[in-house]
Nanobody, 115 residues
Framework: QVQLVESGGGLVQAGGSLRLSCAAS????????MGWYRQAPGKQRELVAG???????NYVDAVKGRFTISRDNAKNMVFLLMNSLKPEDTAVYYC?????????WGQGTQVTVSS
């Protein structure tokens, strides 16, 4: 069983920055895609950013130009640098590791952006 543990969330003012970290218990080389999802109260969970083993990235339009996803296979970690945060970014952020047949999820870390 792969375990994912997120950290780095917190309360910040609009315009501030946070870096989220996800530590995996096993090598993440096996996963074609690592990603960050978020879910706000009353809304569906959405993919925020994804990164392939080759380093290709994709982002939801709402965070393009503000968020940066990266991964370090040697350290079994994935990161999400969030700049220029907005109140609408407030959500629980989840780390995801995608296999062909299964997805692994972390417990989530709360990000709250005040106005």
């Amino acid at each position: 069983q792969v375990q994912l543990v997120e950290s780095g969330g917190g309360l910040v003012q609009a315009g501030g920055s946070l870096r989220l970290s996800c530590a995996a218990s096993h090598s993440i080389f096996r996963f074609n895609t690592m990603g960050w999802y978020r879910q706000a109260p009353g809304k569906q969970r959405e993919l925020v950013a994804g990164i392939t083993s080759g380093g290709s990235t994709n982002y939801v339009d709402a965070v393009k130009g503000r968020f940066t996803i990266s991964r370090d296979n040697a350290k079994n970690m994935v990161f999400l640098l969030m700049n220029s945060l907005k109140p609408e970014d407030t959500a629980v952020y989840y780390c995801n590791a995608h296999e062909i047949v299964y997805d692994y999820w972390g417990q989530g870390t709360q990000v709250t952006v005040s106005s």
